[in-house]
C-alpha cells in the first residue's frame, strides 16, 4: 500500500511563483510514489472577506490550475474542499482538542487579524483546526507545503498525538515535507517579506501573468547597492531570493546557480532568472491552463468524481472517531 499525502492551497487568487516552487512542484515529484490527495481549501478562503463570485471563479481556476501545472486528475484525488462535509465535522471535533493559547501564538493567525483588524472572526482563529481536519481525515502520512506553514503541521501533529493519547491509536500523525530550497521565496519588490498571492500584483509572479509582464517584474526586482552575486539571505535578500528562484526553477543547487553568474552583472542575473522562470514555468503551465478552462464539463466531472473519493477514503476515518468519542454512530446512515 502506498502512503498518503494531503495537500492545499486557498483559492484565495491565482497562484504565485512561490506557491509553485514551494509547493506544487513537489507534489507533482512526489505524485507516483503517493495515493495523493491534492485541495482546493475554500472554507479556508473564506477566513477572510471573499466575493462570492470570485471565490468560486477562483476554486474552478485553482483545480484547472493544478491540472495544468502537472498533476494527474486520475492519479490524484484533486478536489474542492467544501465538496465534502467530512472536513467540517472533523474539525469542530478536533476543535474540542485545540488549547485556545496554542492556538492564539500562531504567526499567520496574527499577521493576518493584524492585516484585516476589521474583521479578526473566530474561523481565522480557528483556521489551524481546519487545517488539521483536513490532514488527519484521511490518515496522512506526509503534507508538503512552504516554510510558512511549518507551525500549522507542528500543531496538526500535536492534535493527533493527543487524540490518541486519550482514545488509542486512532490518527497517524503526519510528517510535513519541506524543500530544501523553494520554501520561501520572497516577494521581489520587497524581498524581506514572503510573496504571497493575496499581495499587490506588482509583489509577485502570478502564474498567470505574461512572459513580458514577469521579465518586466524581474528587471524591477529589488536588489542591493553592491555589484557581487552571492548567496547570503540575511545581508542581500533580493539577489538570494533571485538565486535561490533560479535554482529551484532548474532544480540544480544554490552553489551551481551561483557559480554560473560569478562575474556577472544584476541585469543579467535579473533577466536569466526572468527567462528561466518563464521557459520552465509560465509557458508549459499557460499552454495547458487555457485549453482546461473551456472544458468546463471536464472539471465538472473531475470534482465530482473526486469529491467521491475523498468521502469514501475518509468516511471511515470520520466513523471511528465518533466511536472514540462516544457518538451514537450506525443507526441513522
Ligand atoms: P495568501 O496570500 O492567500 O495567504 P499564499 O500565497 O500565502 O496565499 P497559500 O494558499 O497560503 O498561499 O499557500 C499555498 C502553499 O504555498 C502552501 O504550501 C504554502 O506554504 C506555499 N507558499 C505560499 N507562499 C510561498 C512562498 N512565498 N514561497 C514558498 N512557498 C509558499
Ligand atoms: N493553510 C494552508 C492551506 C492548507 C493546507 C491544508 C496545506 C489548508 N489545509 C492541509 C496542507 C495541508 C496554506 O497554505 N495557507
Known amino acids: 500500500m502506498k502512503k498518503i499525502i494531503f495537500s492545499g492551497m486557498q483559492p ?14 513537489n507534489w507533482n515529484a512526489l505524485q507516483s510514489q503517493y495515493n495523493s490527495l491534492y485541495c482546493v481549501v475554500d472554507l479556508h478562503a473564506i477566513t477572510i472577506r471573499q466575493d462570492p463570485n470570485e471565490l468560486r471563479q477562483n476554486s474552478l481556476n485553482l483545480l484547472a490550475l493544478y491540472i495544468a501545472a502537472g498533476l494527474d486528475p486520475d492519479e490524484n484525488i484533486i478536489y474542492i474542499q467544501s465538496h ?10 478536533l476543535s474540542c482538542f485545540a488549547y485556545m493559547g496554542e492556538l492564539g501564538r500562531m504567526t499567520q493567525y ?3 487579524s493584524s492585516k484585516h483588524n476589521e474583521n479578526v472572526n473566530a474561523g481565522l482563529f480557528n483556521y489551524p483546526v481546519l487545517m488539521a481536519a483536513d490532514i488527519l481525515l484521511f490518515g496522512a502520512h506526509l503534507v508538503p507545503v512552504g516554510d510558512d506553514q511549518k507551525q500549522h503541521l507542528e ?12 482514545y488509542g491509536d486512532i490518527f497517524t500523525v503526519p510528517e510535513a515535507y519541506i524543500p530544501k530550497s523553494g520554501a520561501r521565496i ?11 498571492k493575496s499581495d499587490e500584483a506588482a ?20 536588489t542591493d547597492s553592491e555589484t557581487e552575486i552571492r548567496y547570503d539571505p540575511e545581508s542581500k535578500p533580493g539577489i538570494s531570493n533571485l538565486l535561490e528562484i533560479y535554482a529551484t526553477t532548474l532544480g540544480i543547487s544554490i552553489d551551481k546557480a551561483t557559480a554560473e553568474f560569478a562575474g556577472s552583472g544584476y541585469g543579467h542575473l535579473k ?11 509560465i509557458n508549459p503551465i499557460q499552454s495547458k491552463y487555457s485549453d482546461l478552462t473551456k472544458n468546463k464539463d471536464y472539471l465538472h466531472q473531475i470534482m465530482q468524481k473526486n469529491a467521491a473519493k475523498a468521502k469514501e477514503l475518509g468516511d471511515p476515518i470520520l466513523r471511528k472517531v465518533k466511536e472514540a468519542v462516544g457518538f451514537i454512530v450506525g443507526c441513522v446512515d
Do not use: C
Not at 484565495?12 to 512542484?25: C, D, E, F, M, R
Not at 465534502?84 to 471535533?93: A, M, Q, V
Not at 521581489?188 to 510573496?195: D, G, I, V, Y
Open 155 to 166: 500543531l496538526a501533529r500535536d492534535i493527533a498525538i493527543r487524540f490518541n493519547n486519550v
Open 84 to 93: 465534502y462535509n467530512g472536513h467540517t465535522e472533523l474539525s469542530w471535533i
Open 271 to 281: 533577466t536569466t532568472v526572468g527567462q528561466a522562470v518563464v521557459d520552465e514555468i
Open 186 to 196: 520572497m516577494s521581489l519588490a520587497n524581498p524581506e517579506k514572503k510573496m504571497s
Open 203 to 222: 509583489n509577485q509572479i502570478s502564474l498567470l501573468d505574461a512572459p513580458e509582464a514577469v521579465m518586466k517584474k524581474f528587471k524591477r526586482a529589488v
Open 110 to 112: 496574527k499577521d493576518k
Open 12 to 25: 484565495t487568487s491565482v497562484p504565485q511563483i512561490g506557491n509553485y516552487l514551494g509547493a506544487i512542484k
